[in-house]
């Protein structure tokens, strides 16, 4: 769980230490977002719009593997934080390859699926992140906060319905997963990936790189 922080004074030096001595929780951070779901609001009554938001968030299979991961949801939009330690305990989706693997699939199936008024598309955003603290500002909530939260956030700026954004660092640890488990990756999701693209994004002081796959 999540460290607390609550010093009504600005000064105080028990925050100094308690900042000081805290770990990083370095693991991979995820953005979802429902491309549409606004514009149908507008074109449906409620009980249309409910139900595919329904269809759509159940169809997100992996949430169902990461059930308590789950850290924010502005609106439509999920993020998610895997810790590094908790990804490797888990039976099925265990490393970064067979996650990105999941989140392929789900969006294929979505994008296939007789009957486009049973769903809404979706946008995702990959990111591997070391610089991530594990604090929350607000009593009995898991959040994170870091550099590489923010850096998650820009690169779902490149997304778009259909879309896949993830980092290098991400991409790298992919490829190391399917090397190392010597799997065949000609049938994989890694045949549609992108070259890799480099992006100076708002208020990151050096250059990112990424790759896309659109679904």
């Known amino acids: 769980m999540a460290t607390y922080i609550n010093f009504k004074d600005p000064n ?4 100094d230490k308690l900042l000081a001595d805290l770990p990083t929780c370095p693991g991979t951070c995820i953005f979802i977002d429902i491309v549409g779901s606004t514009n149908i609001k ?18 997100i299979t992996f949430l169902n593997d990461f059930p308590n991961h789950v850290v924010k949801g502005i609106g439509d939009e999920l993020m998610l934080y895997i810790p590094d330690e908790d990804l490797r305990k888990k039976k099925t989706i265990n490393n970064h390859y067979h996650l990105l693997e999941e989140i392929y699939a789900t969006l ?13 598309p979706c946008k ?29 956030a820009r690169l779902m700026t490149k997304s778009r319905i259909h879309r896949i954004v993830f980092s290098e660092k991400f991409y790298n640890l ?11 990756t000609q049938q994989s999701c890694l045949t549609h990936v992108s070259e890799k693209f480099i992006e100076d994004f ?14």
Not at 12 to 15: C, G, H, I, T
Not at 174 to 184: E, F, I, K, S, T
């Open 12 to 15: 105080s030096p028990e925050l």
């Open 42 to 59: 507008y074109r449906t009554e409620f009980k249309s719009w409910a139900r595919m938001l329904n269809n759509t968030f159940n169809f």
């Open 108 to 120: 294929h199936n979505i994008k296939n699926f007789p009957g486009s008024t049973m769903f809404l």
């Open 124 to 152: 995702v955003a990959l990111h591997y992140c070391t610089d991530v603290y594990n604090i929350t500002y607000f009593a009995n909530y898991d959040d994170y906060y870091g550099r590489d939260i923010d850096l998650s």
């Open 174 to 184: 992919v490829v190391n997963d399917a090397r190392q488990l010597g799997l065949d």
């Open 202 to 215: 708002k208020g990151v002081p050096f250059a990112t790189e990424f790759r896309i796959i659109d679904v």
